[in-house]
Protein backbone atom coordinates (compact mmCIF):
# COMPACT_ATOMS: atom_id res chain seq x y z
CA UNK A 1 0.00 0.00 0.00
CA UNK A 2 1.41 3.54 -1.29
CA UNK A 3 2.03 5.99 1.71
CA UNK A 4 0.12 8.80 1.33
CA UNK A 5 2.60 11.35 3.42
CA UNK A 6 5.95 12.03 2.01
CA UNK A 7 8.73 10.77 3.69
CA UNK A 8 9.88 12.71 7.15
CA UNK A 9 13.26 12.44 9.87
CA UNK A 10 11.75 9.88 12.29
CA UNK A 11 10.94 7.30 8.88
CA UNK A 12 14.75 7.89 8.12
CA UNK A 13 15.58 6.79 12.00
CA UNK A 14 12.98 3.71 11.62
CA UNK A 15 14.72 2.85 8.60
CA UNK A 16 18.73 2.92 10.03
CA UNK A 17 17.48 -0.11 12.00
CA UNK A 18 17.52 1.31 15.68
CA UNK A 19 15.22 0.59 18.34
CA UNK A 20 11.73 1.15 18.14
CA UNK A 21 9.75 2.82 20.52
CA UNK A 22 10.54 3.62 23.84
CA UNK A 23 12.69 1.05 25.67
CA UNK A 24 13.88 1.91 29.43
CA UNK A 25 16.84 0.29 31.17
CA UNK A 26 15.35 -1.84 33.63
CA UNK A 27 15.93 -0.35 37.17
CA UNK A 28 17.48 -2.11 40.29
CA UNK A 29 15.92 -3.00 43.20
CA UNK A 30 16.77 -0.20 45.29
CA UNK A 31 16.05 2.28 43.31
CA UNK A 32 12.15 1.14 43.34
CA UNK A 33 12.45 0.71 47.26
CA UNK A 34 14.35 3.92 48.07
CA UNK A 35 11.24 6.31 47.55
CA UNK A 36 8.59 4.14 49.69
CA UNK A 37 11.41 4.43 52.18
CA UNK A 38 12.37 7.69 52.74
CA UNK A 39 8.36 8.12 52.56
CA UNK A 40 7.95 6.13 55.48
CA UNK A 41 10.47 7.35 57.75
CA UNK A 42 9.60 11.31 56.80
CA UNK A 43 5.80 9.85 58.62
CA UNK A 44 7.84 8.59 61.59
CA UNK A 45 9.60 11.15 62.33
CA UNK A 46 6.77 13.77 61.98
CA UNK A 47 4.44 11.72 63.92
CA UNK A 48 7.21 11.35 66.51
CA UNK A 49 7.41 15.36 66.35
CA UNK A 50 3.68 15.94 66.28
CA UNK A 51 3.22 13.48 69.42
CA UNK A 52 6.09 14.92 70.87
CA UNK A 53 4.65 18.72 70.48
CA UNK A 54 0.90 17.75 71.93
CA UNK A 55 2.71 15.75 74.98
CA UNK A 56 4.48 18.04 76.27
CA UNK A 57 2.31 21.30 75.24
CA UNK A 58 -0.31 19.42 77.48
CA UNK A 59 1.75 18.75 80.45
CA UNK A 60 2.91 22.27 79.98
CA UNK A 61 -0.57 23.69 80.33
CA UNK A 62 -0.71 22.07 83.60
CA UNK A 63 2.51 22.59 85.40
CA UNK A 64 3.48 21.95 88.89
CA UNK A 65 1.13 18.82 88.51
CA UNK A 66 2.87 15.04 89.45
CA UNK A 67 0.83 12.25 87.63
CA UNK A 68 -0.14 9.97 89.92
CA UNK A 69 1.99 6.36 90.07
CA UNK A 70 0.74 3.22 88.88
CA UNK A 71 -0.94 1.25 91.00
CA UNK A 72 2.13 -1.51 91.93
CA UNK A 73 4.01 1.50 92.40
CA UNK A 74 1.82 3.25 94.83
CA UNK A 75 1.04 -0.46 96.82
CA UNK A 76 4.68 -0.81 97.36
CA UNK A 77 5.11 2.86 98.23
CA UNK A 78 2.11 2.79 100.90
CA UNK A 79 3.68 -0.14 102.65
CA UNK A 80 7.04 1.43 103.34
CA UNK A 81 5.96 4.78 105.13
CA UNK A 82 9.04 7.29 104.66
CA UNK A 83 9.97 8.90 107.86
CA UNK A 84 9.69 12.46 106.22
CA UNK A 85 6.53 12.02 104.80
CA UNK A 86 4.31 15.04 105.77
CA UNK A 87 0.48 14.78 106.69
CA UNK A 88 -1.50 15.32 104.34
CA UNK A 89 -2.55 19.22 104.58
CA UNK A 90 -6.46 19.45 106.24
CA UNK A 91 -8.78 21.01 103.99
CA UNK A 92 -9.99 24.53 105.59
CA UNK A 93 -13.65 24.63 106.00
CA UNK A 94 -14.57 27.84 103.92
CA UNK A 95 -16.04 31.11 105.57
CA UNK A 96 -18.94 32.15 103.91
CA UNK A 97 -19.26 36.05 104.27
CA UNK A 98 -21.79 37.53 106.76
CA UNK A 99 -24.86 38.93 104.80
CA UNK A 100 -25.04 42.79 104.57
CA UNK A 101 -27.32 43.70 107.29
CA UNK A 102 -30.75 44.84 106.24
CA UNK A 103 -32.24 47.88 107.84
CA UNK A 104 -36.04 49.01 107.42
CA UNK A 105 -36.06 52.91 107.74
CA UNK A 106 -39.74 52.65 107.28
CA UNK A 107 -40.22 50.31 110.46
CA UNK A 108 -42.24 51.42 112.95
CA UNK A 109 -40.03 53.30 115.57
CA UNK A 110 -41.05 54.91 119.24
CA UNK A 111 -38.86 57.10 121.15
CA UNK A 112 -40.33 55.98 124.98
CA UNK A 113 -38.67 58.81 127.16
CA UNK A 114 -38.41 57.30 130.95
CA UNK A 115 -35.64 59.70 132.14
CA UNK A 116 -37.40 62.69 133.19
CA UNK A 117 -35.36 64.93 130.93
CA UNK A 118 -37.67 66.99 128.71
CA UNK A 119 -37.52 67.18 125.23
CA UNK A 120 -35.12 63.61 125.08
CA UNK A 121 -37.41 62.12 123.22
CA UNK A 122 -37.20 64.48 121.02
CA UNK A 123 -34.01 64.53 120.34
CA UNK A 124 -33.42 61.30 119.52
CA UNK A 125 -36.35 61.16 117.33
CA UNK A 126 -34.21 63.99 115.49
CA UNK A 127 -31.36 62.20 115.55
CA UNK A 128 -32.74 59.14 113.77
CA UNK A 129 -34.77 61.02 111.21
CA UNK A 130 -31.56 62.89 110.16
CA UNK A 131 -30.11 59.00 109.41
CA UNK A 132 -33.42 58.50 107.08
CA UNK A 133 -36.10 57.04 109.66
CA UNK A 134 -39.16 57.80 108.20
CA UNK A 135 -41.71 56.50 110.71
CA UNK A 136 -40.26 57.90 114.34
CA UNK A 137 -42.64 58.81 116.98
CA UNK A 138 -41.42 60.06 120.58
CA UNK A 139 -43.30 60.25 123.93
CA UNK A 140 -42.69 59.01 127.19
CA UNK A 141 -42.73 55.53 129.68
CA UNK A 142 -42.78 54.76 133.44
CA UNK A 143 -39.13 54.40 134.16
CA UNK A 144 -40.09 51.13 135.92
CA UNK A 145 -41.07 49.64 132.37
CA UNK A 146 -37.47 49.77 131.10
CA UNK A 147 -35.38 46.63 131.73
CA UNK A 148 -32.40 47.16 134.22
CA UNK A 149 -32.59 51.01 133.93
CA UNK A 150 -30.54 51.10 131.09
CA UNK A 151 -30.63 52.49 127.60
CA UNK A 152 -32.46 50.08 125.55
CA UNK A 153 -33.80 49.07 122.27
CA UNK A 154 -36.62 46.26 121.86
CA UNK A 155 -38.02 44.51 119.03
CA UNK A 156 -40.91 42.47 118.20
CA UNK A 157 -39.23 40.49 115.00
CA UNK A 158 -36.17 38.78 113.89
CA UNK A 159 -36.83 40.70 110.64
CA UNK A 160 -36.45 43.47 112.56
CA UNK A 161 -32.88 42.70 114.77
CA UNK A 162 -30.69 44.77 112.13
CA UNK A 163 -32.62 47.35 112.19
CA UNK A 164 -32.55 47.94 116.03
CA UNK A 165 -29.26 47.80 115.56
CA UNK A 166 -28.59 50.35 113.51
CA UNK A 167 -30.67 52.23 116.00
CA UNK A 168 -28.75 51.42 118.34
CA UNK A 169 -25.81 52.19 116.73
CA UNK A 170 -26.87 55.60 115.56
CA UNK A 171 -28.27 56.46 118.99
CA UNK A 172 -24.77 55.55 121.07
CA UNK A 173 -26.76 52.63 122.67
CA UNK A 174 -25.37 49.54 123.58
CA UNK A 175 -28.48 47.48 124.94
CA UNK A 176 -30.40 45.50 121.95
CA UNK A 177 -33.46 43.11 122.72
CA UNK A 178 -35.51 41.07 120.71
CA UNK A 179 -39.09 40.12 122.14
CA UNK A 180 -42.16 42.15 123.10
CA UNK A 181 -42.00 46.35 123.54
CA UNK A 182 -43.92 47.87 126.16
CA UNK A 183 -45.69 50.20 124.08
CA UNK A 184 -46.69 47.23 120.86
CA UNK A 185 -44.36 49.35 118.29
CA UNK A 186 -42.30 47.05 116.18
CA UNK A 187 -39.22 49.00 117.26
CA UNK A 188 -38.93 50.69 120.97
CA UNK A 189 -36.35 53.05 122.34
CA UNK A 190 -36.33 52.85 125.45
CA UNK A 191 -34.33 56.14 127.38
CA UNK A 192 -33.67 56.00 130.83
CA UNK A 193 -30.81 58.57 130.65
CA UNK A 194 -29.18 60.59 128.30
CA UNK A 195 -27.25 58.68 125.45
CA UNK A 196 -25.18 61.78 124.53
CA UNK A 197 -24.12 62.07 128.46
Do not use: C
Not at 26 to 40: S, Y
Not at 66 to 74: I, L, T
Amino acid sequence: MPSEYEPDEFDAIAQSGGPVGVHRAPRKWWARVLPLLIVFILAGLLAYALATVLWNGDNGSKAGTVSSPSPSVSATVSATPSPTASPPASAEPSVAPEPEPIVIYDAQVHIRNGSGVSGLAAIQQQALEDADYTNVEANNISSSLIPDGANTVTYTEDRLADTAEDIAATLGIDVVQGGDTPGGAEIEVLIASDPDA
